[in-house]
């Protein structure tokens, strides 16, 4: 080792390694698979249905013993690392000690220590609140309601290509209506879906792309009536667009200047994910509210919005809250998640993450034109496909070469997660843990699937 400050190396349980030695799904997959048909309703589908018995690290270990590189950490969860030694002795050490009590009834020092880390480290210096709610999509459902409160108005305002959960409000939120919202109605009022900056395909300077969504926000919804604009810094099921230079801060601009509460959705995007605590760093952000979720406590259910003390303070008291948030040993572990990132400086994984990555998928769109795009920052990269040859004219959005990436590479022991409005982009989400070796070698195995398409 190299290191000039001294880390704590990280142990692994499972051998960072990919390993196949059956079918993919093998035998007990299937087995498994079979009674699960039985039980589980279609409606919640599974990308690869091999079924995890353990998974440290960056490696997932299923019944039939085939190892997988994961590329997708649970969707940006496991940031961390899979069992992570220290947020698995939190955890446990939490649960001897208390599991429940209920924040609202009886309070514990947990949640109040993780209230003080967000502080901390969500951006802005300014004084900060936060509530612990136990998924991305409450979360979300949280601030639109703070922001309402505090701002005494009613519109809801997101971006194109935009995922923001799947509740009642939530669904109404996304840009895609299949499979997120089709056949749910009524959906909730109120949302209004301006358009974004997606580099790639609408070639606007960021100056261009917020003049269009300004446009919209005035004309069509009135600035008197949004209470709050939700963005995604860097989009994460829309396909890891990430704005024209300039985009976002003008957007916060026109919210400051207009009393809308600028709410940053950082659930994939945050936790040190993209090299800093959280992405709206990359563009001088600092939101009036900020969601955080995925990667907060290394796969407990945890989530949160954090803001300003003077909006966070408008809801009475009573109006937040839940049975479940901030649970004892999901915040346990959550404080555990913060330790690690600051002490073993992982927030700097991302950076070598993307230096790893990004460069040899560059390499890889010279060899084929299928890869219209490269783009994303730190551990939240992805390439989109496009028909060949339309990569420079039309842009033809190609998900069966995803399908037939994704299906290679879990053959060969890689997991892969789409994502994009049309299925055509190929995301890599894995986490901070994954080594440049285990980068390169997941490289090799694409390559192949590229070759034989
Ligand atoms: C996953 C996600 C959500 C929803 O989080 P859940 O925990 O699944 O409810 C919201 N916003 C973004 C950006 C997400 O990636």
């Known amino acids: ?38 039980v589980v309703p279609v409606g919640v589908s599974s990308a690869l249905p091999v079924y995890i018995a353990r998974a440290n690290g960056a490696i997932l270990v299923d019944v039939d013993g085939n190892q997988f590189v994961d590329f997708g950490a649970g969707i ?3 940031t961390i690392g899979h069992t992570e030694s220290t947020v698995v002795a939190a955890a446990a050490d939490q649960l001897q000690d208390v599991i429940h009590t209920l924040f609202t009834i009886t309070p514990y020092e947990e949640y109040v220590r993780v209230a003080e880390l967000l502080a901390e480290h969500t951006p802005g210096d300014h004084a900060k609140k936060t509530v612990l709610v136990n998924s991305g999509a409450e979360a979300v459902e949280n601030g639109v309601k703070i922001a309402r409160k505090h701002t005494g108005r009613r519109a809801v305002a997101v971006l194109d290509h935009a995922y923001h959960g799947r509740t009642n409000l939530t669904m109404a939120m996304n840009y895609k209506a299949m499979p997120y919202a089709s ?44 209470a709050c604009l939700v963005v995604e810094p860097i989009q994460g099921e829309g396909g890891f667009m990430v704005p024209a230079d300039g985009f976002l801060p003008a957007l916060q601009e026109w919210c400051t200047a207009n009393g809308v509460v600028f709410i940053a959705d950082e659930i994939q995007s945050g936790m040190a994910r993209t090299g800093r605590f959280y992405a709206s760093e990359h563009f001088g952000l600092v939101p009036d509210l900020v969601l955080s979720a995925k990667g907060i406590a290394g796969g407990l259910p945890l989530a949160a919005v954090t803001g300003r003390a003077e909006i966070m303070d408008s809801a009475q008291p009573g109006g937040l809250g839940g049975t479940f948030g901030g649970n004892p040993v999901a915040a346990a572990a959550a404080i555990a998640v913060f330790e690690q990132l600051e002490k073993n400086d992982l927030v700097a994984e991302g950076a070598r993450i993307e230096r790893a990555l990004k460069p040899a998928l560059l390499e890889l769109q010279k060899k084929y034109d299928v890869i219209g795009d490269v783009r994303g920052i730190g551990a939240m990269i992805a390439i989109e496909l496009v028909q060949p040859g339309t990569g420079e004219t039309t842009k033809v959005p190609n998900p069966e070469a995803v399908a037939a990436i994704i299906a290679h590479a879990a053959q060969n022991g890689v997991l892969l997660l789409n994502a994009g409005t049309w299925g055509n982009v190929l995301r890599f989400l894995p986490s901070l843990a994954v080594s440049d070796e285990l980068i390169a070698d997941a490289v090799s195995v694409i390559d192949d699937a590229l070759a034989s398409l």
Do not use: C, W
């Not at 190396?9 to 699960?36: D, K, M, N």
């Open 183 to 226: 056949g749910f109605g009524p959906l909730a009022g109120d949302v209004y879906h301006a358009p974004g900056s997606y580099p790639y395909r609408d070639g606007l300077s960021g100056e261009e792309a917020a003049a269009r969504t300004i446009g919209y926000l005035e004309k069509v919804v009135g600035a008197s009536d949004l």
């Open 76 to 78: 940006g969860v496991t």
């Open 1 to 38: 080792m190299t290191d000039t400050v001294s880390t704590t190396a990280p142990v692994y349980t499972v051998p960072q390694e990919r390993r196949i030695v059956t079918a993919v799904p093998g035998p007990r997959s299937q087995e498994l698979h079979q009674r699960r048909q039985a």
